[in-house]
């Protein structure tokens, strides 16, 4: 069990680029969950895959983002033309099933510029 | 009405004493409740989950869950230094459907004084 694992740790953009973030959840876990974090803030849920099937997605998540996750294995997160409202921590987490203990990764600080 | 409450603190507390933190839930139907710690500039680490009423003891840590009154408090014994962080609360919640994605809490923060 290595955890889950995201890349890349920082990202500093300048408004208006395209960025992209990769998650690479526990082996094992066939359910994957990106959420958003800003400052004395909880995380709040992005989005969710069982494998590689998106089943859920935020009303957080404008048009502007978009999540994969091929094969049901890694998964990526894109967030085009950022703002500076997109600066935050970018949370991964993976389960086993329903209920069951979400593990996060380190987390991608993303800062728009 | 937020769907997970906790107070942001800072709940502060002499080294060696008990903290105890709060939360509660809007959802009666919820059925699995979690509690992640989170150190400044670091990602949630998860400490204790707990499914059922009553409570539940880790070594230092004890979950205990009411449904009946939808709240979930976490105690931490014998409180360190090294405990001060933000504490995550976080409920699976039954409106959620089948996704097992977590509402959280905004956290409280704790200050263990030397």
């Known amino acids: 069990d290595t955890g889950v694992s995201q890349n890349p740790r920082h990202k500093i953009t300048k408004r208006g680029q395209n960025v992209t973030f990769r998650c690479d959840p526990i082996?094992?876990?066939?359910?994957l969950y990106w959420y958003r974090q800003t400052l004395g803030q909880g995380p709040e849920f992005l989005t969710y895959f069982q494998n590689e099937a998106q089943l859920e997605k935020s009303r957080l998540l404008s048009d502007r983002f978009s999540a994969e996750r091929p094969k049901g294995s890694f998964s990526t997160l894109e967030i085009q033309r950022t703002e500076q409202g997109d600066s935050a921590m970018y949370l991964c987490?993976?389960?086993?099933?329903?209920?069951?203990?979400?593990?996060f990764g380190q987390g991608t600080r993303l800062t728009v510029v | 009405q937020k769907e997970v409450e906790q107070n942001s603190g800072p709940l502060s507390v002499p080294e060696g004493a008990i903290a105890s933190l709060n939360c509660t839930y809007s959802d009666r139907g919820s059925q699995s409740f979690f509690w992640y710690r989170q150190y400044s500039g670091k990602s949630p680490e998860l400490i204790m989950f707990i499914y059922s009423n009553g409570d539940k003891e880790d070594g230092r840590f004890t979950a205990q869950l009411n449904k009946a009154s939808q709240y979930v408090s976490l105690l931490i014994r014998d409180s360190q230094p090294s405990d001060s962080a933000t504490y995550l609360c976080?409920?699976?919640?039954f409106g959620s459907g089948n996704t097992g994605k977590l509402i959280f809490g905004q956290g409280t923060t704790l200050q263990v004084k030397p």
């Open positions: 976080a409920v699976n919640m």
């Open positions: 082996s094992e876990h066939n359910r």
């Open positions: 987490a993976s389960s086993l099933e329903q209920g069951a203990r979400a593990f």
